[in-house]
T-cell receptor
Framework: GQNIDQPTEMTATEGAIVQINCTYQ??????LFWYQQHAGEAPTFLSY????GLEEKGRFSSFLSRSKGYSYLLLKELQMKDSASYLC?????????FGKGTRLHILP | DAGVIQSPRHEVTEMGQEVTLRCKPI?????LFWYRQTMMRGLELLIY????????DSGMPEDRFSAKMPNASFSTLKIQPSEPRDSAVYFC?????????????FGAGSRLTVL
């Protein structure tokens, strides 16, 4: 099965850097997704790591270590619009199971 | 591309009533997923279809829940009879190919309140 663990809430300051960690125990998975969900909206795709290592996409980067069951999402130069929930999702077979998400609060 | 379309956006009903939620996936996407989101349990996968065929319904809470996909452009999630604990936001999502590496596109969700 899947045990996906990520912090419930985090707070950071505008312009700073924040790292959101995700640990999981799963079998038969292929890589790991991160989704962003603003309050009252649907989740939207942020990143997908199929191999171990760091994937960089603008201000956002995502890291994966499959042997350790560990991933993180790194957000740089935080902006107020980054206030949202961030959902870690390791695929399992051909379905995607989500963690409960980390609610990120950005302070001015 | 209109994206994944869900209806209704909001529904308030009384316990015991039947609820039907609808979803139109993105054209060309051959996998469709129904999720339920609550504060307590997060985003839970209820059921998913590949090429209109239900593949895994192990997340469906109980027999009161049923889902159908009669064709590639339409799916329904039905709750009968509804209960207050079914109150949640129900999301439909679609993807191409149905393999784990494919990106989900979510609809805007249907917010259900059962009184």
């Amino acid at each position: 099965g899947q045990n996906i663990d990520q912090p419930t809430e985090m707070t950071a300051t505008e312009g700073a850097i924040v790292q959101i960690n995700c640990t999981y125990q799963t079998s038969g998975f292929n890589g790991l997704f991160w989704y962003q969900q603003h309050a009252g909206e649907a989740p939207t795709f942020l990143s997908y790591n199929v191999l171990d290592g760091l994937e960089e996409k603008g201000r956002f980067s995502s890291f994966l270590s499959r042997s350790k069951g560990y991933s993180y999402l790194l957000l740089k130069e935080l902006q107020m619009k980054d206030s949202a929930s961030y959902l870690c999702a390791p695929p399992w077979d051909d379905k995607i199971i989500f963690g409960k998400g980390t609610r990120l609060h950005i302070l001015p | 591309d209109a994206g994944v379309i869900q209806s209704p956006r909001h529904e308030v009903t009384e316990m015991g009533q039947e609820v039907t939620l609808r979803c139109k996936p993105i054209s060309g996407h051959n996998s469709l997923f129904w999720y339920r989101q609550t504060m307590m349990r997060g985003l839970e996968l209820l059921i998913y279809f590949n090429n209109n065929v239900p593949i895994d319904d192990s997340g469906m809470p109980e027999d009161r829940f049923s889902a159908k996909m009669p064709n590639a452009s339409f799916s329904t999630l039905k709750i009968q009879p509804s209960e207050p604990r079914d109150s949640a936001v129900y999301f439909c999502a679609s993807s191409k190919a149905g393999l784990g590496a494919n990106v989900l596109t979510f609809g805007a969700g249907s917010r259900l309140t059962v009184l």
